[in-house]
């Protein structure tokens, strides 16, 4: 899939163009991106970065940091994509002004998106008004219960297998490998511990059964109780793997929620329990 930055860098060519921030790219978001598909035109997303919310200065915790969201748009068929950069010039555009810079500029004749779908200044443009400026605006109507804050939600309570429903795929957590405090090697189960950007939603603290890089991996999320951690570490011990992941990407999905972190009465104690993580990890299926 091509990506741009500019509305410069696509040609002006009939689109079909699915548009909307897309965060976790959630069974809503994919019937948006299949509707722009089977339009038969260029199959293109219109797509924000950053998140408008965080533009405005609040907090948002994404389900996806961006490289991962253009990915699962491009697994769904999109051949192009344009990022457009958030800020508070584009919030403050008129909404006629926008769909002439950025859609006709780009050759849009198609629009899709959700119902709900709202831009430009005060949110004041809708499908309805793209109709009366000439565009073939396309509703997708929304799907029940599905949403990225429900899916947050569930999130931050543990509810793994719920939240995959919603995506239709397990959630994930995605950061780069960096070196930590290696207690896991010494204890026979190296992981690799990963720095997340900043905005990504982390989910409930526990440990997970999950896979990663094509292994299978038991995940820990929280402080490390045991040796009275207090900073959030993600960690992921991936079953039967011999190499090295330091500077690398890692996308880890999350299958099952095992059990709430814990203290021990000792090491082994702590050794045991980890074995079994695994074993449980060992027998895990993806949700359904």
């Not at 339009?39 to 915790?61: C, K, N, Q, S, W």
């Not at 999130?155 to 795929?169: D, P, S, V």
Request: aromatic residues 6%; negative net charge; proline residues 5%.
């Amino acid at each position: 899939m091509k990506v741009a930055h500019d509305v410069g860098e696509l040609r002006k060519q009939p689109r079909a163009v699915a548009i909307g921030t897309f965060d976790g790219v959630h069974l809503g978001h994919r019937r948006v991106l299949e509707a722009a598909v089977a339009a038969g035109l260029m199959p293109t997303v219109v797509t924000f970065d950053p998140h408008p919310r965080i533009a405005f200065g609040y907090e948002v915790e994404l389900l996806t940091p961006l490289r991962r969201r253009l990915e699962l748009i491009g697994d769904a068929g999109i051949e192009e994509t344009l990022v457009v950069e958030f800020d508070l010039d584009l919030a403050r555009l008129q909404p006629e002004e926008f769909a002439e810079r950025v859609l006709a500029s780009i050759g849009t004749e198609v629009v899709v998106a959700g119902a709900d779908f709202r831009f430009g200044q005060g949110r004041a443009g809708d499908l309805d008004l793209l109709r009366t400026l000439g565009f073939d605006a396309r509703t997708v109507p929304l799907v029940e219960s599905v949403s990225s804050s429900r899916i947050r939600e569930l999130l931050r309570a543990g509810e793994i297998e719920r939240a995959a429903g919603l995506l239709g795929r397990p959630p994930e957590v995605e950061g780069t490998v960096v070196g930590g405090d290696a207690r896991g090697g010494t204890l026979g189960f190296p992981t690799a511990n990963l720095r997340l950007e900043p905005d990504l939603l982390v989910p409930a603290y526990g440990i997970y059964a999950g896979a990663a890089d094509g292994r299978r991996a038991a995940v820990s999320i929280g402080t490390n109780p045991h040796y009275g951690g207090a900073e959030r570490r993600v960690e992921a011990y991936l079953l039967d793997f011999e190499g090295d992941l330091y500077g690398r990407r890692l996308v880890v999905q999350l299958w099952r929620r095992l059990r709430d972190e814990q203290s021990f009465g000792s090491e082994e104690e702590l050794v045991a329990q980890i074995a079994r993580d695994v074993e449980e990890t060992r027998a895990a299926e993806p949700p359904a």
